[in-house]
């Protein structure tokens, strides 16, 4: 798969990880997004050199989809967990 089919795959796995993890973000829908696909980048090497689970060519590949999603999901709670609400006023 290309560079812009993995951030195409980001945007989507970042958005799929928002709907399963609601709330307010501190960096609104311009972080998940980012965050989205970096997280797609960090759970495919994850899963390549970890999982020992190649990296297919195929954008439909149901465990490239998981681990890009999964590496959103991770990815955005330790950046709630770093950053907080930063909506929220004290």
Known sequence: MSIIGWIILGLLAGAIAKVLLPGRDPGGLVGTT?????????????????????????????????????GSLVLLIIYRLLFGNSRERH
């Open 34 to 70: 980012v965050i989205g696909i970096i997280g797609a980048f960090i759970g495919g090497w994850i899963s390549s050199h970890f999982l020992d689970r190649p990296i297919s060519n195929d954008f439909y590949d149901t465990t490239t989809w998981i681990s890009a999603i999964g």
